[in-house]
Each structure stands twice: as C-alpha cells, then as structure tokens.
C-alpha cells in the first residue's frame, strides 16, 4: 500500500483489484515495484536539478514524469533519460493521476500547491519548511525514523539540511546511550540559499580579486566573500534565528524524544557546497570516541574519516556528490565523560535535501504491495 489513505476508503484497495486497472501505478514486473507517475516540482532549483539526477542514478520505478513550475520556468525544459520535458504550468489539475510529487519550493507555493496534489491523490515529499512542524505530516530521514513514513496522510516533510546530516550521526549514539544535549554550531555552504546564493559568492568573490568593488549583498545579510555570517534565515524576539530553531524542534521530532536539548549556532560560509558542524554531544551512559565508533561503525548512511596522523577528517569540498554523511575529528570532552566532540560534514543538496526526499519516495515504494 503506498497510501495509507486508501485503507480508509478513499476507493483505491491496497491489494489485488478487479475489473480494469486504474490510473497510476503499473506493476513493472515480477518482484520490481510497480512503476509510478512522478512529478518534480521545482526541477529547475538547485535541490530540484539534483533530484531529477537522483531519480536517474537510482532507477527509481518512474512509469511517468512530469516537471511543474511556476510561470518564470515556462519555455524552459527538463532532460530526464535522455529525453526533454517542457516545464509545464503549476496547477492543481497537473497532479491529476501522479501518485508521488518531489517538491522543492518556498514553503509559501508549498502551502498552497502541496495539500492539493496530496487532495488529488498523490503523495507529496515537501522540502520546504511548510509543513516540518506540524502534528500530522511526518518529518523523516530514513536512516532514522523510516516507520514514520507509513503515518503519512498525503504529505511527507522533508527536514532541513543542517538537521538531516546531524541527525544520521546522532541517532545509532542516542539509541545506545541517550543524548541529553547537543551543542552545535553550524558552517553551512551558499547553496543552502539556492542558485542566487552561490552566484553572489560567486560575483563577489570575482570582483574582490579583481579589485573592483563587490556587487551589494542580495541574499545574505552581509558580504559572504571571505567572511562568515553568523545569520541564517530570520532572527526571532528570543536572538535565535529560525534556522537555528528548525536545528531544536526538527531534531526532537525526527528522533522521536521532546526532551533531547539542543543549543545551536546556524552561520553561513563561503564555500559552495555542503555544510559542516562541530558537534558536542552529552549522554546520559558514558560516551568514548571508541564507543562512539563502535556505534557509528555500521550506522546507514555515515561514515567516518578520522585519522589525524594522515590528515584525514571529513572536509565541504571532497564531500560534493558524496551520498554519505561524514564524521571525525572524534575527541572526548575534556572534562566529562558524559561528552564528545565531533565534526560532521554532509553534501547539502545532496543529502541535505534531494537524496533524502528521494529515499523518502523510496520507503514509500517499500509500502506498495510488490508486484501486486
Ligand atoms: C540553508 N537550511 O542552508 C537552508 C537550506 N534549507 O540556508
């Protein structure tokens, strides 16, 4: 069953049908997960452009696909094996018979598009920040809470990049000794703010190595080139910005325990890709850096690059296109044996967003009677 919906009448049965097949989902073969009608909303943004590359790599079961996107992207096309696909127009007629909807755009369009195409039957993996909060869409990433993803009632969330890559390193230490606290400050890439990030790191950095004057900052609060802002997103009455705070309440959500602290720093970077975090963590049983890579050793998802004798600790730019989170520069806390630092690096658009809402489609597959 790929949609929990239909056990509730919504007149699609999750088994064997009689009479003609309806619209949708074909099965493709023996054993092969019936194909899906797909549609990526967003395609041409920075995570969209990566999902339709994940779906490629990954042989996902498209039987269909479509492209939507606001009247800006008109006239423009998606290449999708090896085949053009003009965009075509955002609408809640466009979701009629598409069973699975990527979406990646400002959680304003999601709010009004979303619910409509989870009302026409499909079911959406949201990676805005629309819906992560709210008590009825699961918020998920599948090396964590893949269970959740059968709770959903049309729409997914996908989490926010900083919280994704944290949370596949927190979760094998959180099962084994429960985290009380973690302490997290954040070095997050430019193309956390899309395609107009990068382009203003881009155009300053250019003009200050020419020696002309930089281009005013648009994007960022700040000049990006050759500084750091410590500003992601908006600041709240309490001095945290809600960047931050996605850090504090997705976390809790996506782990399933309101009572793990969190105490982040969000600051932007300028480095094109991938985000990076050092990370304290506080347990509640004992932690050593050797406990902690004995958990993380076959933990999905992570893996770890800790050698300081060679040099080797997880860096932004060798993680571009890596699937993988990465963690090392593993050390104990000085004074509490309670506490472990480490550093934690993941290809946010990768990871960070496509992938992740792209193995979200996947663990929905799993949910859809193989073969049926
Ligand atoms: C950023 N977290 O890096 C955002 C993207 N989701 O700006």
Redesign the pocket.
């Known amino acids: 069953m790929l949609d929990p919906r239909t056990a509730e009448g919504s007149g699609v049965s999750s088994g064997r049908r009689e009479g003609p097949d309806p619209p949708g989902p074909k099965p493709s073969g023996k054993g092969e997960p019936a194909v899906k009608s797909v549609a990526v909303v967003g395609a041409s943004g920075a995570v969209g452009e990566v999902m339709v590359r994940l779906l490629e790599e990954r042989k996902f079961p498209v039987g269909s696909i479509k492209f939507l996107a606001s009247e800006r992207s008109l006239g423009k096309s998606v290449k999708f094996r090896g085949e053009a696909h003009p965009i075509q127009l955002l609408t809640a007629d466009a979701f009629r018979g598409v069973d699975i909807v990527l979406s990646s755009t400002p959680g304003s369009i999601s709010k009004e598009f979303s619910p409509l195409a989870a009302k026409a039957g499909a079911v959406v993996v949201d990676n805005s920040s629309a819906f992560r909060m709210d008590p009825d869409v699961p918020l998920v990433v599948p090396e964590v809470n893949p269970g959740d993803v059968a709770g959903h009632k049309g729409i997914i969330a996908n989490p ?3 919280t994704i890559q944290m949370v596949v390193a927190l979760k094998p230490l959180h099962d084994a000794l429960r985290i009380r606290r973690v302490i997290v400050s954040t070095y ?1 890439s430019v193309s ?2 899309g395609q107009k990030g990068m382009d203003e790191l881009r155009a300053q950095v250019r003009a200050e190595v020419e020696g002309r004057p930089a281009p005013r900052p648009a994007k960022f609060a700040h000049p990006i080139a050759f500084n750091c802002v410590p500003q ?2 908006d600041f709240l009455p309490d001095g945290y910005t809600k ?1 931050e705070m996605k850090m504090v309440h997705e976390t809790r959500k996506i782990m399933g325990d309101a009572s793990i602290l969190v105490s982040p720093t969000c600051v932007r970077v300028p480095v094109l890709y991938s ?1 990076s975090e050092s990370i304290l963590v506080e347990t509640e049983r004992p932690i050593t850096p050797a406990i902690a890579r004995d958990l993380w050793a076959y933990a999905p998802g992570l893996k770890v690059v800790d050698d300081p004798s060679q040099l080797a600790y997880p860096m932004p730019a060798p993680a571009r296109g890596e699937d993988h989170v990465f963690v090392g520069r593993i050390r104990q806390d000085l004074g509490n044996p309670h506490a472990l630092l480490f550093w934690c690096v993941g290809d ?1 658009l990768r990871k960070g ?1 496509a992938l992740n809402a792209v193995q979200i489609a996947e663990e929905l597959l799993k949910l859809d009677p193989v073969g049926a």
Do not use: K, M
Request: glycine share 8%; proline share 0%; net charge negative.
């Open positions: 926010n990049c900083s997050q956390g703010a992601i997103d960047e985000h946010n967003a």
